[in-house]
Nanobody, 111 residues
């Protein structure tokens, strides 16, 4: 059974930082492309950042220079370090691996 479990969300003031984690089980994690998506109220889900099995990373323009995606294959975990947070970063953040999704974690940035 595949599980992706996110953690690390919360409430933070603008300019602050959060680190999201996604622990995966039931998949061969080291071979999988992993990604973080987010969905704000009334908006479509959007890709925030992705990382290949080889460690190549890509980012949405809106988060470049502020967010960093990384992975630890020994821990079957992917991370999203979010710095210089803005109110427009407020959303539910989802981890995606292969065809599977986590349950999401809420990130709220106050102004």
């Amino acid at each position: 059974q595949v599980q992706l479990v996110e953690s690390g969300g919360g409430l933070v003031q603008a300019g602050g930082s959060l680190r999201l984690s996604c622990a995966a089980s039931g998949i061969i994690f080291s071979t999988k492309f992993m990604a973080w998506y987010r969905q704000a109220p009334g908006k479509q889900r959007e890709l925030v950042a992705g990382i290949t099995s080889g460690g190549y990373t890509s980012y949405a323009d809106s988060v470049k220079g502020r967010f960093t995606i990384s992975r630890d294959n020994a821990k079957n975990t992917v991370y999203l370090q979010m710095n210089s947070l803005k109110p427009e970063d407020t959303a539910v953040y989802y981890c995606m691996g292969s065809i599977y999704w986590g349950q999401g974690t809420q990130v709220t940035v106050s102004s």
